[in-house]
C-alpha cells in the first residue's frame, strides 16, 4: 500500500512563496508519475503540474512561470515550489502518485491560502 503525504502548506501573503513536499511511503515512487493537484473551495479539484518518472514536467497555464515541480527519487519526494503566490491560488493542494500499472494514489492534502 502507498502511502502519501504532503508538507508545507500555510498562510502566506500575495508575492510569497512556499514549496510543498510529497514523501512516498514505497521505492516505487522512481517508477511513478507523480503530480500536484488543488481543490478551491467550491471548485473541481484540477491539475498544477506533473512530472514522469523520467523527469519531464507539465505545468498548468495558471501557475507556469510561477510554480516548479521536482522529484528527489532517493528521497521518494516530489516538490512543489510555488513562487509569487495569489488570491486565487487558495486551495487544498493533493498530491497523486500513478504508478506503471495505472493505479493511483492520493494523498490526504496540505492546506495553502494566500492572504493579507
Known amino acids: 500500500q502507498v502511502q502519501l503525504v504532503e508538507s508545507g502548506g500555510g498562510l502566506v501573503q500575495p508575492g510569497g512563496s512556499l514549496r510543498l513536499s510529497c514523501a512516498a511511503s514505497?521505492?516505487?515512487?522512481?517508477?511513478?508519475?507523480m503530480g500536484w493537484y488543488r481543490q478551491a473551495p467550491g471548485k473541481q479539484r484540477e491539475l498544477v503540474a506533473r512530472?514522469?518518472?523520467?523527469?519531464?514536467?507539465n505545468t498548468a497555464d495558471s501557475v507556469k512561470g510561477r510554480f516548479t515541480i521536482s522529484r528527489d527519487n532517493a528521497k521518494n519526494t516530489v516538490y512543489l515550489q510555488m513562487n509569487s503566490l495569489k488570491p486565487d491560488d487558495t486551495a487544498v493542494y493533493y498530491c497523486?502518485?500513478?504508478?506503471?500499472?495505472?493505479?493511483?494514489?492520493w494523498g490526504k492534502g496540505t492546506l495553502v491560502t494566500v492572504s493579507s
Open positions: 497523486k502518485a500513478r504508478s506503471l500499472y495505472g493505479t493511483e494514489y
Open positions: 514505497t521505492s516505487i515512487f522512481s517508477r511513478s508519475a
Open positions: 512530472i514522469s518518472s523520467g523527469g519531464i514536467t
